[in-house]
């Protein structure tokens, strides 16, 4: 499906070689050690400034053959070679409104202590990985995959239409692998869109991501998990109970992971890589266990099923092209969750390296696991019951083991939801983070900590006691020990998250994200090509092949003119919603680099957002 690329390192230049996963590592340099470019932007110019590096401004300017154009066969490693576009083409250059060029001194908020989370690079392969299968095996595999099953009309059908979804959603994660490469930044598609587009795009999609798109999603992860941890408390009387009682446990779920991935970077990556082992354990399970029992009959009712033996596994395959669009469809969005390391690419340590691996090793194995917990529970359950429950997890349990089965599933569904809501919460964290840096939102949100720490609070806790110590090597970060984190961002979105649970109607949601969301990853993945287009020269550590991106743009197209075919109305909402977006980037976003600097120190918020 992909390839990796490496450029050739020789250069003619004396100057040290700079490629654009070194640059975007410069992004939150101190503002006391930039030093200006002639090509730098004015001082009032804010915006993607914020994420660019500011220590090697003059290279280009000094010598001439970093900035020549190389020959086909090599590639350019210029200073500016990480985005190294021509004014006409993308307004990336110094002589952009509203956009600098990288190199131009940086003037960002100020973080804990001078240090940003792109500088300090805390995340692994395997935190990658826990990421990705942590938000994409959330309760969907556990709880109801009767849309596919019922749409593809036979059990050999369905397990076409997973395979093929995950293959289509491993397309759009491999063209955002790289695209990662290219622009190792920390925010996911705003930082692609406003590079490749400009700035409204990359605002746009934090205008939806931010305030809908991300809490949204969360919201709908706490209820389910706040439904499931009900049912196995109470039992199959949990249904008659008011739902208020699965909201307050939501609520209460949602406040303790919030609270935990404020407390450090390592606590939050640490519980998503336990709870990804887990899911894989737990899936892994019920695949033995479904092997077995149809190896063995053994069941509690004392009947095991066989329409599996006794009913030809593509008998009632459906010939409706429409039924199978809706199955796939519903096993695309079972898949959804593939982008969640591209939100915090620029605290990988090596982002050259992991990310394609997190990528090409996170989506083979979702889909095996995927198809291994549908053939298992076409093992155990009758067609009837996969095609119609929405709890096939708990039935699966109950068959095999009776009351104490449907107890475990129950819980196991939960625990998968606790992870996945700790995968989103962490990178809406970053989200959020990356937005209020760049300016799309109040500078507070882009702030590390708590108002008045320091990185040096964690010294205060080494000579504190054994007991601090311990924990600081457990669960502390390298720089600030606890507490560096995007702790603003982080409460600023389970607020949204919280009035999302609340009101609880998600009807129109779904839907919302139906359209804006794969309006984005369409756009996303079409600025791949058009980057390879305008910038063949721009250094990729890793290349996916031309047709991957043009799959997935196909693929988001057809998602894109079911949901408005299907549903016009709630489709123009979404429109209406951009629309106003479009309104609130004029007005409050695009004219900030008309304010004078000292006010502008990090962009105060209470003068832009409120009266001035």
């Known amino acids: 499906m992909s390839r990796i690329g490496y450029g050739n390192l020789n250069s003619p230049s004396t100057h040290p070689l700079r490629d654009s996963l070194e640059l975007a590592s410069l992004a939150s340099s101190s503002p006391a050690s930039s030093r200006r470019s002639p090509s730098s932007s004015p001082s009032g110019i804010s915006s993607s400034r914020r994420q660019s590096p500011s220590n090697d401004a003059s290279l280009s300017a000094t010598d001439p053959s970093l900035t020549t154009r190389p020959t086909p066969r090599t590639r350019s490693y210029s200073v500016s070679s990480a985005f190294e576009f021509a004014s006409n083409l993308f307004p990336l250059s110094s002589t952009a409104a509203g956009y600098s060029a990288l190199g131009a001194p940086t003037a960002g908020p100020s973080d804990l202590n001078g240090i940003s989370l792109e500088r300090h690079k805390s995340l692994t392969y395997l935190n990658g990985l ?22 593809a009309g036979s059990p050999g059908a369905s397990l076409i239409v997973w395979t093929v979804a995950g293959l289509l959603a491993w397309t759009g994660a491999a063209s955002y692998a790289e695209l990662g490469g290219a622009i190792p930044l920390n925010g996911g598609a705003q930082a692609y869109l406003s590079k490749i587009f400009g700035e409204l795009a990359g605002f746009l999609f934090t205008w939806c991501a931010v305030f809908v798109l991300k809490p949204g999603s969360t919201a709908i992860i706490c209820i389910i998990f706040g439904e499931y941890m009900v049912r196995a408390a109470i039992g199959a009387d949990a249904e008659s109970l008011s739902g208020w009682i699965n909201k307050g446990v939501a609520l ?78 519903a096993g695309l969005w079972a898949f959804d969750g593939w982008d969640n390391t591209n939100y915090v690419v620029g605290e990988f340590v090596s982002p050259n390296r992991d990310l394609p691996r997190v990528i090409h090793s996170a989506m083979p194995l979702v889909i095996l696991s995927y198809l291994l917990a549908n053939i298992a529970y076409i093992f155990v359950l009758p067609s009837a019951t996969i095609s119609l429950s929405t709890t096939i997890a ?72 054994r007991v601090g110590k311990v924990l600081l090597r457990l669960i502390g970060d390298e720089y600030g020990s606890f507490g560096f984190t995007p702790i603003n961002a982080m409460v600023f979105n389970a607020l949204l998250c919280t ?52 799959i997935f743009c196909c693929v988001s197209l057809f998602l894109l003119s079911r949901a408005v075919f299907k549903q016009p109305e709630q489709t123009l909402m979404v429109l209406a919603f951009v629309v106003v977006g479009v309104g609130v980037y004029y007005w409050r976003v695009r004219g900030r680099g008309a304010v004078k600097r000292a006010e502008r120190s990090g962009w105060k918020f209470w003068k832009r957002w409120g009266r001035s």
């Open 252 to 329: 209460a779920g949602l406040a303790l992971v919030t609270l935990l991935n404020c407390i450090s970077t390592k606590l939050g990556t640490r519980m998503g890589d336990i709870f990804m082992f887990f899911k894989f354990i737990a899936l892994f399970g019920i695949t033995i266990i479904g092997i077995i029992v149809a190896a063995t009959g053994l069941n509690y009712h004392g009947t095991p099923n066989s329409d599996w033996k006794t009913t030809g596994w593509f008998e009632g395959t459906s010939s409706d092209p429409s039924r199978w669009a809706v199955a796939l469809y």
């Open 130 to 151: 826990s990421l990705i299968v942590g938000l994409i095996i959330g309760s969907g595999i556990f709880s109801s995959p009767s849309q596919v099953n019922t749409n």
């Open 499 to 550: 009035a999302y649970i609340v009101v609880g109607e998600f009807g129109t949601l779904v839907t919302f994200y139906g359209v804006a969301g794969y309006t984005f990853y369409f756009l996303t993945v079409l600025g791949l090509i058009v980057l390879r287009i305008r910038e063949p020269y721009l250094e990729r550590p890793y290349r996916t092949w031309i047709s991957t991106p043009i």
């Open 394 to 465: 708990v039935q699966f349990g109950s068959v095999v083991f009776g009351p104490i089965g449907s107890l475990v599933l129950a819980l196991a569904v939960a625990g998968s939801c606790f992870g996945a809501l700790n995968a989103t919460t962490f990178t809406s964290g970053r989200l959020v983070y990356a937005a209020g840096k760049e300016g799309f939102l109040p500078e507070v949100l882009g702030r590390i900590g708590m108002p008045g720490t320091s990185a040096d609070s964690g010294t205060r806790v080494r000579k504190r006691s």
